[in-house]
Structures are given as C-alpha cells and as structure tokens.
C-alpha cells in the first residue's frame, strides 16, 4: 500500500509540475569581444571593437551590444550560425536601425525565438543555446557603404563557452 500511495503522489507531483518535469530550457551567460579580425572569411580593417552580453534563461535570449571606436552607420546586429572563420546566415535579429555615436550601447533588450523562417533551422532559443554550447554561434555589427562601412560585417565575436549560472 505504501508503493501505491509513492506511485500516486509521484504521479501527482509531475502532473502539478509539468514545465519543471518536462522542460530542458538551458540556461548560461556568455560574453564575448567583437573586432574585425574576426570577420569571415575576410578579416576587416577597422578601429571599430566591441563586446556582446548574452544571457539564455526561462526560453528567452536577453542581450546587451557595445561598441567603442565607431566611425561608421551601424544599421544592423545578428547572431549568425556557424563556426569560427566561417561565415553563416542570419539566426537572429539583435538590432535593425540607425546608430553613429562613437561609443556606447548600441542595443540591449530581448528575444523569445529566433528570425521565422532563418536559414540556420532554428526553431526555438533552446536551437540557439545548443548552437552556442556547440561552437556554431556569432555575433556580427553590420555598418553602412555609404557611411564607408562592411556591409557583411565589421566587427565579429564568436561566441565562446558560456558561464553557467
């Protein structure tokens, strides 16, 4: 009688939880310094560096983008798949705007799921935290032509090992 009422109050206990029994949402912090050495598959030559914060937890992506030594439009941030030295597509819109301050946050905030239909085949945040756990994840600024920036990228941060909090 004993086993039973185990059995029932187990039974109870994951129906009553269902999201901390069932769910893997993984959860880290990672940083990680952009320059334009790191471009792909060309390295660009620029002053322009920055650092990318990001923190994956409860199936969301919250970030923070700087950058220092801008001289250039800044029109768009993306976490990118694929590893380092290799350019990928876009996974994830950071920031789609304008921004030509020398230094400073350029973009914090937050995402629930990646870009519909991206080309990396990310479905989910829990897609993009496998992809940085895996070593396939980066972070590229994009500045303007016209503005005598890279259009495919100025700076780049490949997304290193994250920290677990």
Request: with cysteine; glycine share 12%.
């Amino acid at each position: 009688m004993k086993k039973l009422y185990l059995y029932i109050l187990l039974i109870a206990a994951l129906l009553a939880f269902p999201a901390t029994a069932s769910a893997s949402h993984l959860e880290f912090e990672t940083e990680t310094e952009m320059t334009g050495s790191q471009e792909a598959p060309t390295p660009v030559m620029t002053d322009m560096t920055g650092n990318a914060e990001i923190v994956i937890e409860g199936g969301r992506l919250r970030f923070r983008l700087k950058v220092r030594n801008n001289t250039n439009d800044i029109f768009a941030a993306h976490i990118h798949c694929g590893p380092p030295g290799v350019a990928g597509p876009v996974g994830v819109t950071l920031f789609m705007g304008s921004f030509t301050d020398r230094r400073g946050v350029f973009a914090k905030g937050f995402v629930t799921a990646p870009d519909p239909g991206n080309q990396c085949g990310w479905e989910s945040i829990n897609d993009v935290a496998s992809a940085i756990l895996d070593g396939n994840a980066y972070v590229n600024v994009h500045t303007t032509a016209e503005s005598g920036g890279f259009p495919g990228g100025e700076i780049r941060g490949d997304i290193p090992l994250p920290r677990f909090p």
